[in-house]
């Protein structure tokens, strides 16, 4: 069972960068692939950001691509997400999944474990 605890939400403004973080609870965390998605009010959770398992490989949803970047220490069992020139379109709950693949997958429903998630709301 792997416990999943996001950090580093909050209210910015348009522009503004924001750090989120996610730490794992379980010592096989370098095992996982790891992803960020968001979900706003009345839509869909989306895929926002993954990583494989050793960090050689990261994929972004294309909103996003040039403004975020995804990474992770294994050695902390955390994996961040750094947000940068957010915009009011990025305001969200953020979560952290864990996938028990060596790639990250889109699909939600591929996700075996789930953090509590974090809002992000960006003003304009």
């Known amino acids: 069972q792997v416990q999943l605890v996001e950090s580093g939400g909050g209210l910015v403004q348009a522009g503004d960068s924001l750090t989120l973080s996610c730490a794992a609870s379980e010592r096989t965390f370098s095992r996982y692939a790891m992803a960020w998605f968001r979900q706003a009010p009345g839509k869909e959770r989306e895929f926002v950001a993954g990583?494989?398992?050793?960090?050689?490989?990261?994929y972004y949803q294309d909103s996003v691509k040039g403004r975020f970047t995804i990474s992770r220490n294994n050695a902390k069992n955390t994996v961040y997400l750094q947000m940068n020139s957010l915009k009011p379109g990025d305001t969200a709950v953020y979560y952290c999944a864990a996938d028990r693949a060596v790639v990250p997958r889109t699909n939600p429903a591929a996700y075996d474990y789930w953090g509590q998630g974090t809002q992000v709301t960006v003003s304009s």
């Open positions: 990583i494989s398992f050793n960090g050689g490989r990261t």
